[in-house]
């Protein structure tokens, strides 16, 4: 449709279609950059609160956020058994996935668990029962897998975390386990979202309750725990409230907003190629900012979890392509 206003001719459906294409670059620019940095901001956060009270913060901050936005925009809300999936999905994914790395990362640096979440692709192929007999009668597949994870045992292996508590190897390799089982939480409730996600809903309503679910769980451990009792706001330093700022309105109301929005209009495929990017600036983040250590052989295996995630990522070549 074109409009003439002051001799000019103006294309409305190419200023849409190019808006869109403005939105898509800027979301994949929010999980391919913002996410690398969030690891980083994990670090800064668990220097004045404990790991469930800081995932509490952050999710309950970003809810109530998200949901004033809803009421305000009056969007319309999900059935009872969408609400159900969300649920579920938020608890799988930001509770125990985005949860669990905030624990590991007691132990381990914030390149080092980046690197971890960069398993995410090939655990997918392992959880998803579906695809295991073609995925496993391929040889290529196969080879990234155990590229992959011979790469994540490498890393840790070669670590010197100056950070760690004073019981060396054994800690490292308890941090690499506890965000290894949060990329299981996540890929899980990914899965679980796509199975079961068949209405058609608001992508801002969709993380509002996600976080929502995930923030009354993470308040619920806490104080099991006795989490809240450690924590006392008057003594928080300024950097861990500013790591708490930087991961509900970055990480959570950007990053993840993305993240919801581009799954439904790109392939998964598509999407996942930020699990390249996310360890590498996490890494660099991480030496520049925070003064990480990284040697030479933790390079070697940052680039074998790559290329084992690049591997299983390439289409298979149809039989009429040979």
Known sequence: MKIVQFGISFDKNNNVMNTKKILIILAFIAIYFIWGTTYLANIFGLQGMKPFVLSTLRYAAAAIILLAWCLIRKLPLPSARQLKVLAISGLLMLGGGAGFVVIGEQ?????????????????????????????????????????????????????????????????????????????????SGTLYARKHQVEKTSGVVDAAVQHMAAAIACSVIALCLGEWH????????????????FLVVMGSLVAFIAFSWLVKIKPPAIVSTHTYVNPVIAVIIGCLIAKEEIAPMQITALVMVLAGVLLTSLKRKSPASH
Do not use: C, Q
Not at 111 to 129: K, M, Q
């Open 230 to 245: 450690s924590f006392t706001p008057s003594n928080m330093p300024a950097k861990a409230w500013g790591a708490l700022a």
């Open 107 to 187: 132990y381990i640096n914030s390149g080092h668990a980046a690197i971890v979440i960069a398993t995410e692709p090939l655990l997918f192929l392992l959880i998803d029962r579906k695809g295991w007999r073609s995925n496993f009668s391929n040889k290529r597949m196969l080879t990234g897998l155990l590229l992959g994870f011979t790469g994540i045992f490498l890393f840790s292996r070669f670590t010197a975390n100056p950070t760690a508590p004073a019981g060396g190897m054994p800690e490292l390799i308890r941090g690499t386990v506890l965000v290894l089982m949060s990329s299981v939480f996540w890929v």
